[in-house]
């Protein structure tokens, strides 16, 4: 079974900081994804990548980056918290191409 | 961009009722999954299946790309089925980027 494991289930920050959310994955798989959720806003994709140092705005990229040093992992980083960016972030993987993306189990952020 | 409608948005059953979860898109995909996301948050894949049928054990699904809808059937419904049961969609040389629907809320009463 597909692995996907995120580095935190709830996290609370304050405005300001630097946060950074952790993703990895243990099947080489080598597309790799970011969404966060909202709502009455669904999920929504923040930033992809498809190979190692290689990434891909999604449609809500906009005060976040990304980091994908290694092939099993991706990092989503935000660079000064907001507290618009409170919400569920949700990683996924895939094997690249047309092939179904597994999710890990989200990451609860809270920015006060 | 593609649009991804769900119906119905809620539904209520009781426990061991069946019931059909429909999903219509607006363009033509290569790449249809259907999730469900638990109480928990956790979503979990379900089927992958941009054309044709699958089951696993009490669900089913099928996609019928030529006419951009897929179905979700759940027979005998239980409780642990509740949440929220969502289809998404990818195309053509999109590089993976899945477009969800908005959802399904299912409660199973017992």
């Known amino acids: 079974d597909v692995k996907v494991t995120q580095s935190s289930r709830y996290l609370v920050k304050r405005t300001g900081e630097k946060v950074f959310l952790e993703c990895v994955q243990d099947?080489?798989?080598?597309?790799m994804f970011w969404y966060r959720q909202d709502p009455g806003l669904g999920l929504r994709l923040i930033y992809f990548?498809?190979?190692?140092?290689?990434?891909e705005k999604g449609d809500i990229p906009e005060g976040y980056s990304v980091s994908r040093e290694k092939k099993e992992r991706f990092s989503l980083i935000l660079e000064s918290a907001s507290t618009n960016q409170t919400s569920m972030y949700l990683c996924?993987?895939?094997?690249?191409?047309?092939?179904?993306?597994?999710f890990g189990d989200g990451t609860r952020l809270s920015i006060l | 961009g593609i649009q991804v409608e769900q119906s119905p948005p809620d539904l209520i059953l009781q426990e061991g009722a069946n019931s059909t979860l429909r999903c219509n898109f607006s363009?033509?995909?290569?790449?249809l999954q259907w999730f469900h996301q638990n109480p928990w948050g956790q979503l979990i894949n379900l089927f992958y299946?941009?054309?044709g049928t699958k089951q696993n054990g009490r669900l089913s699904a099928t996609t019928v790309a030529t006419e951009r809808y897929s179905l979700l059937y759940i027979s005998s419904s239980q409780t642990t089925d509740s949440g929220v049961y969502f289809c998404?969609?990818?195309?053509?040389?999109?590089?993976?980027?899945?477009?969800f629907g908005q959802g399904t809320e299912l409660s199973v009463k017992p």
């Open positions: 998404a969609v990818e195309q053509h040389n999109q590089g993976g980027k899945l477009i």
């Open positions: 299946i941009p054309s």
């Open positions: 099947m080489d798989h080598e597309n």
């Open positions: 990548s498809y190979d190692v140092k290689m990434k």
């Open positions: 363009d033509s995909v290569n790449n």
């Open positions: 996924a993987s895939s094997r690249g191409g047309t092939q179904p993306q597994h």
